[in-house]
């Protein structure tokens, strides 16, 4: 019997467990004197010496037990969200190191019912302890309505932010609501000291109308930096990018893909952009076409103002008359290129690594763990030398084939018109983990995926990876649990990992 997608089986435990009910309730219980929580892998948790403002910080921060997984943490922090933040499913970590070996991280909060906040985060010791989160932006929640199968739906824009990192230098980009919340704007600032401070932004997305939502950010060896996302100006949702200028100044953006149909690409997905070593841009995004919503990528060559027709990762593959919310993630090393990505061709959803050339020819496809039992999304992608890094979210629970009230209710739960349910699977998942693996430049998986920081009875989701030349490891994501919604970050233990890798943090 089919289900919904993960992210409505994880509202649906949610609000089967009573935790909403509870939260509500108790009007959300704060952290002690503002202070997240750390917690090492083996589960002993401790006071970090960040802090979050009073305003963000409605739910204190969970540390729970470990489960019988090993994990791969050696040390985890999470910075509570708001009760307003528990339903939002799109929203995650983003995560950049810089070349002094500091980690950052940008997330966005509903602060209020109708305001976005944007935070950021530093630590200065490989992820020990970070510095008080503050507030980069402020945005209001701008909402979009529409008809969709006879009925009106309406649509949050979020700011979801994006960091990418260059030597010292840090790019931040987000989505913010202007002109009197009437329209939508992609934003990029610098920071070249590490965060302490930032530029005055500047636009990226340029087209009227572009709408931009379902971001991504990368930076080239030049110092140029590329903006991507889904963009309305046709009224369709549309894959669209921006490439600036050795400055930082964005002057022109452009489509990568308008579809002969007209109906646009498949809308609530993130796109994915990478410089290749040329300068060539790499856009992938998910297409939808005869009823197929497969991976595509178009190119960009360096110094064009058009990108090339798209092409295929993969031949006609699956057919799904739905938007899955879940995007591709691609890394590029000498002249070849590499794609992650989830569909549910088997009638569940599992995650993909597919290799070509930087011509966008020839891939080879392979599951990434064929031997896992539950529906896997959401991954990324980090290139470190000669190795690749993956990270993902998997599912934990029963047996493949029984089915829970979690599972019937999330079939309830899904909202009307725009249908959002995602791949079909028929697995009864009691959480959720972020798992990660590597693999050789020619794709080979190098060991076992191991779990992160598994937690019994906590959801897991939407991952970032990156990698510091020295080793270091960070992996960041959206935690939910019974004491809460949180962002987390980890630092994976360096043993079984490079000691001596080159940094790629396209996100």
């Known amino acids: 019997m089919p289900t919904r997608s993960y992210h409505w089986i994880l509202a649906a435990v949610v609000l089967v467990g009573g935790f909403v009910a509870g939260y509500a309730m108790s009007g959300g ?36 037990a470990a489960s019988s997984q090993e994990a791969a943490a050696d040390v985890v922090h999470r910075f509570p969200l708001t009760a307003a933040d528990v339903k939002e499913t799109m929203e995650t970590a983003a995560v950049a190191v810089t070349e002094d070996g500091a980690v950052h991280v940008a997330w966005a ?21 970070f510095a008080t989160p503050r507030v980069i932006a402020t945005s209001d929640v701008h909402r979009v309505t529409s008809k969709s199968r006879g009925q009106t739906i309406t649509r949050e824009v979020r700011m979801m932010p994006r960091l990418v990192s ?51 950010l990368a930076v080239g060896a030049d110092g140029r930096i590329a903006a991507s996302w889904l963009d309305n100006r046709r009224k369709t949702q549309l894959p669209a990018a ?20 007209g109906k646009g690409v498949c809308p609530c997905c993130p796109t994915n952009v990478t410089f290749g070593p040329d300068g060539s841009l790499y856009l992938a995004f998910r297409n939808q076409q005869d009823g197929f919503r497969d991976m595509w990528i178009s190119r960009l060559p360096a110094g064009a103002t058009e990108f090339e027709p798209p092409k295929p990762v993969v031949e006609p593959t699956w057919q799904f ?44 496809n392979q599951e990434v763990d064929p031997a896992a039992i539950y529906s896997q999304g959401h991954p990324a992608l980090a290139a ?24 019937d209710a999330a079939e309830a739960a899904a909202p009307a018109g725009h249908d959002h349910s995602g791949a079909q699977g028929s697995t009864a998942e009691t959480s959720r983990a972020i798992r990660f693996a590597q693999f050789s430049a020619d794709g080979k998986r190098l060991g076992q995926p191991q779990a992160v920081a598994p937690a ?29 919604k949180s962002i987390a970050i980890a630092r994976l233990k360096r043993e079984p990992f490079p000691t001596s890798v080159a940094q790629d943090s396209s996100r």
């Not at 919310?325 to 599992?350: C, E, F, K, Y």
């Not at 470190?384 to 599972?407: F, H, I, K, Y």
């Open 242 to 261: 921006a490439v600036s200028t050795p400055d930082g100044q964005f002057e022109s953006d452009s489509l990568a893909h308008v579809p002969e149909s």
């Open 321 to 364: 008359d739905g938007c899955p919310h879940d995007g591709p993630s691609l890394a590029v090393q000498n002249d070849r290129l590499t794609i992650a990505w989830m569909d549910a061709r088997s009638g569940q959803p599992r995650v993909y690594l597919g290799q070509g050339t930087a011509a966008l020819d020839g891939f080879q």
């Open 29 to 64: 219980a704060s952290p002690k004197n503002g202070q997240t929580v750390s917690q090492s892998a083996g589960g002993e948790t401790a006071e970090s010496a960040s802090s979050v403002p009073s305003a963000n910080a409605s739910s204190e921060a969970s540390s729970p």
């Open 109 to 129: 909060s509903r602060v209020e019912p109708d305001k976005w906040q944007l935070f950021f985060t530093s630590s200065a010791d490989r992820g020990e302890t």
């Open 384 to 407: 470190a030398g000669e190795t690749l890094l993956l990270a993902w979210d998997e599912g934990v629970g029963s047996p493949a084939g029984e089915r829970s009230a979690a599972s």
């Open 456 to 484: 019994a009875g906590v959801f897991q989701s939407r991952p970032s990876v990156v990698v510091h030349p020295s080793g270091d490891i960070y992996v960041g994501w959206v935690e939910l649990g019974s004491q809460g």
């Open 166 to 216: 260059r030597g010292s230098e840090l790019l931040l980009g987000w989505v913010e609501a202007v002109d009197g919340n009437t329209a939508v704007q992609y934003f990029v600032a610098r920071s070249g000291d590490g965060g302490q401070t930032f530029s005055q932004p500047v636009v990226a997305s340029r087209s009227e109308g572009a709408r931009p939502t379902y971001t991504s």
